[in-house]
Nanobody
Framework: VQLQASGGGLVQAGGSLRLSCTASGGTFSSYVMGWFRQAPGKDREFVACISWGGGSTFLPDSVKGRFTISRDNAKNTVSLQMNNLKPEDTAIYYC??????????????????WGQGTLVTVSS
């Protein structure tokens, strides 16, 4: 499975960005998909995940109400809509696929495929 993330860039605080991740190979519709981020000098942080069919999502309080995760299984894509961005959202954002779990998780250890990352920079 290969994951290709895109959509990062520079945005002012309060602005919006939409990240996309396209999968090739494997069976996308059977994977839990997640987004993580990593800021310089910090551990990788869970941002959002979505169930196989897209009916369930899970986001931590740090982004809940500002970020939305969605997927289109017909196009093998998962997206992260980010609104009201803050400087602390600055990080490299990674999409990931969990091909084994039957439940959603925010633990990066459970994800076995990772994209290359896309940089999001939020200026104050």
């Amino acid at each position: 499975v290969q994951l290709q993330a895109s959509g990062g860039g520079l945005v002012q605080a309060g602005g919006s960005l939409r990240l996309s991740c396209t999968a090739s190979g494997g069976t996308f519709s059977s994977y839990v998909m997640g987004w993580f981020r990593q800021a310089p000098g910090k551990d990788r942080e869970f941002v959002a995940c979505i169930s196989w069919g897209g009916g369930s999502t899970f986001l931590p309080d740090s982004v809940k109400g500002r970020f939305t995760i969605s997927r289109d299984n017909a196009k093998n894509t998962v997206s992260l809509q980010m609104n009201n961005l803050k400087p602390e959202d600055t990080a490299i954002y990674y999409c990931a696929a969990d091909s084994k779990s039957t439940f959603m998780t925010g633990s990066p250890k459970e994800y076995d495929y990772w994209g290359q990352g896309t940089l999001v920079t939020v200026s104050s």
